[in-house]
């Protein structure tokens, strides 16, 4: 079985091949940040012109690594969403026409859906599990009794993680994506400034940054007016300690809740040295559950992601028609059979 996998949700344009569900078989991603670092941020026009001039090379350079052809595949999946429409469109549109043209069923993956099943291409899942997403627009825990079947349990109420990230590394005046930058001086300072944590009421499994990101900007802004200097370093450290504290606190408490054999990490965040080790030394020798941990190519953005989801729910059967279109804000339970 060869399942196709496009993905263009954002700024990388990404097709990759994956076989029997779980090996990859080829992975390509055209990376735009260049393009969009002299603006600090994606800018969605230029992203979906990036697309369109990328998307047809990166499908035959996967199908050339892959070494077969559009009549091999079982399926073809495309991310519909969320994610800017503009740059959606290219990819459910690309995917509607080999589809069409070859007659191969096509199957739509949810965005987060597929950061999830990225850990699939690491390690069997096993049920019921839980699963910390991390990513530039999404923080969330979420639970999958099985296959294709997600439940949020908890949810940012207004940044997420990665944003957090991106917007602290601006005050820092670091390049986009600011996370990488904010990792790497993290490591070399300590945390010795007092930041807020936001653990919300008693018992919930939402998550809050746009407190932290304040107190972080502030903090810039304070000592620049007292003649102040900081240690961007030390600030970095500081940041980091706070989200990771709040992040592994809550997925603890939710991991002893539901009882999960496994926990995964997912999203763009999920590349994160602090975030990976603490949960390494919290969860890494515990007999009774499994933790798995992307490799980092796989946590960013990319296709073979969307290939593994696409993968199962082929397997359930779960087509969608040429009508397919993009949707910028998909829910996740729309995979869960109804
Ligand atoms: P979403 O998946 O929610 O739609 P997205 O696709 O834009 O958003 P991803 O590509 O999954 O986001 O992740 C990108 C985010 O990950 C950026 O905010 C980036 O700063 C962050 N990131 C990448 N590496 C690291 C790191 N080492 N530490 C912290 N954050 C990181
Ligand atoms: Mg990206
Ligand atoms: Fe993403």
Same mark, same amino acid.
């Not at 003649?227 to 030390?234: A, L, N």
């Given at each position: 079985?060869?399942?196709?996998?496009? %993905?263009?949700?954002?700024?990388?344009?990404?097709?990759?091949?994956?076989?029997?569900?779980?090996?990859?078989?080829?992975?390509? /991603?055209?990376?735009?940040?260049?393009?969009?670092?002299?603006?600090?941020?994606?800018?969605?026009?230029?992203?979906?012109?990036?697309? /369109?001039?990328?998307?047809? #090379? /990166?499908?035959?350079?996967?199908?050339?690594?892959?070494?077969?052809?559009?009549?091999?595949?079982?399926?073809?999946?495309?991310?519909?969403?969320?994610?800017?429409?503009?740059?959606?469109?290219?990819?459910?549109?690309?995917?509607?026409?080999?589809?069409?043209?070859?007659?191969?069923?096509?199957?739509?993956?949810?965005?987060?859906?597929?950061?999830?099943?990225?850990?699939?291409?690491?390690? %069997?899942?096993?049920?019921?599990?839980?699963?910390? /997403?991390?990513?530039?627009?999404?923080?969330?825990? !979420?639970?999958?009794?099985?296959?294709?079947?997600?439940?949020?349990?908890?949810?940012?109420?207004?940044?997420?993680?990665?944003?957090?990230?991106?917007?602290?590394?601006?005050?820092?005046?670091?390049?986009?994506?600011?996370?990488?930058?904010?990792?790497?001086?993290?490591?070399?300072?300590?945390?010795?400034?007092?930041?807020?944590?936001?653990?919300?009421?008693?018992?919930?499994?939402?998550?809050?940054?746009?407190?932290?990101?304040?107190?972080?900007?502030?903090?810039?802004?304070?000592?620049?007016?007292?003649?102040?200097?900081?240690?961007?370093?030390?600030?970095?450290?500081?940041?980091?300690?706070?989200?990771?504290? !709040?992040?592994?606190?809550?997925? %603890?408490?939710?991991?002893? %809740?539901?009882?999960?054999?496994? *926990?995964?990490?997912?999203?763009? !965040?999920?590349?994160?040295?602090?975030?990976?080790?603490?949960?390494?030394?919290?969860?890494?020798?515990?007999?009774? #559950?499994?933790?798995?941990?992307?490799?980092?190519? *796989?946590?960013?953005?990319?296709?073979?992601?969307?290939?593994?989801?696409?993968?199962?729910?082929?397997?359930?059967?779960?087509?969608?028609?040429?009508?397919?279109?993009?949707?910028?804000?998909?829910?996740?339970?729309?995979?869960?059979?109804?």
């Amino acid at each position: 079985q060869w399942i196709m996998g496009i %993905e263009t949700s954002c700024d990388e344009t990404a097709v990759a091949i994956i076989k029997n569900g779980r090996e990859i078989s080829a992975n390509i /991603v055209a990376s735009q940040i260049e393009s969009h670092k002299r603006f600090g941020g994606v800018v969605p026009e230029i992203a979906s012109r990036h697309h /369109v001039e990328q998307i047809t #090379i /990166v499908l035959e350079e996967a199908l050339y690594k892959a070494g077969i052809t559009y009549s091999d595949l079982s399926a073809i999946a495309v991310t519909e969403g969320p994610g800017l429409v503009g740059a959606l469109l290219i990819g459910v549109n690309a995917a509607k026409a080999v589809a069409f043209a070859h007659g191969i069923p096509l199957v739509g993956v949810h965005h987060i859906a597929g950061h999830i099943y990225a850990n699939r291409l690491v390690e %069997e899942m096993e049920f019921p599990l839980l699963s910390l /997403v991390v990513s530039g627009g999404h923080t969330e825990l !979420v639970y999958m009794k099985e296959h294709g079947h997600f439940q949020v349990i908890g949810e940012t109420r207004d940044d997420a993680a990665g944003e957090a990230y991106d917007k602290v590394a601006r005050t820092l005046n670091l390049p986009y994506p600011g996370g990488p930058h904010i990792d790497r001086l993290a490591h070399e300072g300590n945390p010795t400034i007092q930041l807020p944590r936001a653990w919300l009421e008693e018992g919930s499994y939402d998550f809050s940054f746009s407190g932290l990101k304040s107190a972080v900007i502030n903090t810039v802004h304070n000592a620049e007016q007292r003649g102040e200097t900081i240690v961007p370093e030390d600030l970095a450290a500081s940041f980091q300690e706070s989200v990771i504290d !709040v992040l592994v606190t809550k997925t %603890e408490r939710a991991v002893e %809740e539901y009882q999960v054999k496994q *926990l995964l990490l997912a999203g763009g !965040v999920a590349a994160n040295k602090g975030l990976r080790a603490s949960l390494e030394k919290r969860f890494g020798d515990k007999a009774e #559950i499994k933790l798995i941990i992307p490799p980092l190519t *796989l946590c960013t953005d990319n296709a073979a992601m969307i290939g593994a989801a696409g993968s199962v729910l082929f397997e359930k059967g779960q087509f969608a028609g040429l009508d397919l279109n993009a949707n910028p804000g998909l829910d996740i339970t729309i995979h869960n059979d109804k």
